[in-house]
């Protein structure tokens, strides 16, 4: 080749208009005529980095240092690759001997100061790209790096200068855009973050961080159709870019298409800072357990724990092994009664023997989890009896219909402005007569309380609940002697769900996905009812709602007896005001209210019922009648907390009858096909003959329970045997 130099600096023209695969090409005829020529090959490695061959690219720097020891470009390249590929270490001495032989190489800063900045070294980070613009204040990549180390320290307005200012200097800069995109979306100014990172597109189509991005920053507007359009891009440009595969599996599993979004969900694992944990025992793949022991490893939040925990009596059910859950320290006296659960272990603290393990949000995809199969088991988490009781007794004078109210989750959340909610928006619940609102809200958020100013009122407890318990321990036996719950999407919201209270929840126009869209009730928690925004950001007519809703529930709730009396009691002495008498007879064009039925039944024939309940509020669709399901619900699941001792004993039994009345519904569905088909032969005899076994069964199971929780009731039956 007559010059080698000309044609490395036109192939390099070539590389920066985005043809890599060309000048790839070119750099290696020049190799093929001087093999031992090292620029040729720190060329090559760019190629072959920006072609994502990273393994390849660190190969051709490498050779390069060969040929030419003393390279500081070649240095610092290979670093940036290295760290690309998670070589850290080995990253940050590439790039610290790239600056030993030229001192003032500013790239050679900012690839060591992101190195350092992935390894959790944020000072030293910051001083190293401070030192790139010391050396160039016009270097735009170093300005825009600084701000996404801003970010990481919690920085947001310095970090917005920053990357303001590389945007300034190089208002084409893509990675500018990008970062100024995501920093505006974690503001929750979704609109203008949508706008930056459209110009990191158009800068660079083939920037598949910002189409991801972009994605879920429309997601978030919920613009499905776009985010699914920006995602195919960045999937288009780079098929293993993880972060892209998350996102588009968090759309499936919003959708509820859970046949695809399980297995894509699995992708979280390969996201850059958020790899698997290390266990010396093999991946869970679903098959029998056949008495060996299983570890459940919680990740993410405290609300994601307690949301799946349930899958522990479902693989202790189904597949007869022994299950250890390894979770977050602070849940461990919540979750000691959860049903299913052996032993329960602090996450970092040494763990018991177990035979395979799996992370706690993979069960539902091992288990194929879709959107009929969602076990819902509840409760399966329990307050602690003695607080409950206590609880019980502290609130036992008050009448009101009493409601327990939470608005601010974690702030350090990525969506939090959109998913918390101001407690002024609370107002309207407060107008309901005859309500009172008790606070459930722990730490920050809490403050505005003493905002309100009179406003309307909100009961505090004191001492602050779970400071001497434990977290979330008082709140859980708080919740059980509340006639409601009511709080934006945060970990209460799960705990009330899993406890099977009553709990109406505010949700973001575009929720997290496993609330799924266009429904108010949730197939995870039964006792769930769901409220959703209109419109992005507005609050308002979702609380107006809930006022009208609220109004319709407490004008159903009986009234409370004053002073112990009976509502048919008075006494004679208490008041001198005379007036007509009246007939029992209800008066014409009025309704009476009838008394609430008293009666003594068996803990049996009590359990029955719920379970009858439970299936037709996971089964019933239309609205009016699911209301009327869960008030019957509530109330009698709210006596059976009262009057039952909870025991893992107790569970088995109520799952087993269950599934008897389970099965029972769904033989009667075919009993009805049959008389709808007029088809009463061999099938309808043996559809008809299956009444009698289960609800032989039926009886069984609910005499266990008697006999289990000693009975003066306890179910008969008699038949002839067959």
Aim: glycine letters at 6%; one cysteine or more.
């Amino acid at each position: 080749m007559a010059n080698v130099a000309q044609a490395l600096q036109g192939a390099w023209k070539v590389h920066q208009q985005g043809e890599v695969a060309r000048a790839e090409s070119v750099y290696r005829d020049v190799l093929a005529a001087q093999p031992d020529n090292a620029a040729a090959w720190c060329y090559l490695g760019i190629a072959l980095h920006d072609l994502r061959r990273y393994d390849e690219a660190v190969a051709a720097y490498r050779r390069a240092l060969e040929l030419q020891p003393q390279f500081p470009v070649a240095l610092s390249n290979l670093g940036n690759t290295l760290s690309r590929v998670g070589r850290l270490d080995e990253a940050e001495q590439s790039c610290r001997a790239a600056l030993a032989l030229k001192p003032d190489y500013v790239t050679a800063y900012n690839n060591l100061g992101a190195v350092l900045s992935k390894q959790g070294k944020l000072e030293e980070a910051a001083e190293a790209m401070e030192q790139a613009v010391r050396f160039n204040p016009n270097y735009a990549a170093a300005h825009n790096n600084l701000g996404a180390l801003l970010v990481k320290q919690g920085k947001l307005e310095e970090a917005e200068q920053r990357i303001e200012q590389a945007l300034e200097l190089c208002p084409e800069h893509g990675p500018s855009h990008n970062n100024l995109g995501a920093l505006l979306a974690r503001q929750g100014k979704l609109s203008e973050a949508e706008t930056q990172l459209e110009q990191a597109v158009r800068h660079n189509p083939q920037f598949e961080s910002a189409q991801s991005n972009l994605a879920n920053t429309q997601l978030r507007q919920g613009k499905i159709e776009s985010a699914r359009a920006a995602l195919d891009a960045a999937l288009k440009v780079n098929p293993a870019y993880a972060e892209a595969r998350k996102a588009q599996s968090l759309i499936w599993l919003l959708m509820g298409d859970f046949e695809r979004g399980w297995p894509a969900y699995e992708w979280r694992w390969r996201c850059e800072e958020s790899g698997p944990p290390s266990f010396p025992k093999p991946l869970w793949d679903g098959s029998p357990l056949a008495g060996r022991t299983l570890l459940l490893h919680a990740e993410q939040g405290l609300g994601d724990t307690m949301h799946f925990v349930r899958y522990a009596q479902v693989i202790q059910q189904q597949h007869e092994g022994r299950i250890v859950l390894n979770c977050q320290k602070p849940l461990l006296p919540l979750l000691a009664r959860t049903s299913g659960l052996d032993a329960i272990v602090a996450q970092k603290e040494p763990l018991p023997p177990f035979d395979v393990w799996i992370p706690l949000m993979s069960v539902p995809g091992v288990l194929d989890t879709n959107l009929e199969t969602i076990p819902a088991p509840i409760p399966y988490i329990h307050a602690d009896p003695e607080l409950a009781a206590a609880w019980k007794s502290r609130l036992a004078e008050n009448n009101s219909f009493k409601i327990g109210i939470a608005w601010q989750g974690n702030k350090d959340h990525q969506a939090d402005l959109q998913r918390s909610v101001r407690l002024e928006q609370f107002a309207p619940l407060a107008d309901v007569p005859g309500v009172e609102l008790f606070s459930l809200q722990k730490g920050y958020g809490s403050e505005q309380i003493a905002e309100l100013a009179g406003k309307f009122h909100v009961t505090e407890f004191s001492p602050p609940l779970d400071e001497p318990t434990g977290a979330f321990m008082d709140t859980a036996a708080v919740m059980r002697q509340l006639d409601l719950v009511i709080c934006s999407d945060t970990s209460l919201a799960h705990l009330a769900g899993a406890m099977g209270v009553p709990i109406w929840t505010a949700l973001s126009y575009s929720p997290d996905w496993r609330w799924l869209l266009k429904r108010d009730d949730s197939p995870w928690y039964p006792s769930m009812r769901l409220f959703r925004q209109d419109t992005l950001g507005d609050w308002t007519p979702v609380f107006a709602r809930m006022a009208e809703a609220l109004r319709e529930r407490v004008g159903d709730r009986p009234a409370a007896s004053v002073g112990g009396e009976s509502p048919g009691e008075s006494d004679a002495a208490a008041s001198e005001s005379t007036g007509e008498t009246e007939s029992p007879k209800e008066r014409e064009g009025e309704k009476q209210t009838p008394a609430a039925v008293r009666v003594e039944i068996s803990p049996g024939e009590l359990v029955d019922k719920i379970t009858i309940l439970q299936i037709k509020s996971e089964r019933i669709r239309d609205p009016d009648k699911l209301h009327n399901v869960r008030v019957q619900l509530e109330t009698l699941e709210s006596s059976r907390d009262e009057a039952l001792p909870r025991s893992g004993e107790l569970d088995r039994l109520t799952a087993a009858l269950k599934g008897v009345n389970e099965t029972l519904w769904d033989i009667e569905d075919d009993i009805r096909e049959c008389e709808r088909d007029a088809d009463f032969g061999t099938r309808f005899i043996e559809l008809a003959r299956s009444v009698y076994r289960c609800n032989d069964r039926r009886a069984a199971v609910k005499r266990q329970i008697d006999e289990l929780l000693g009975s003066r009731l306890v179910e008969e039956k008699s038949y002839e045997a067959y």
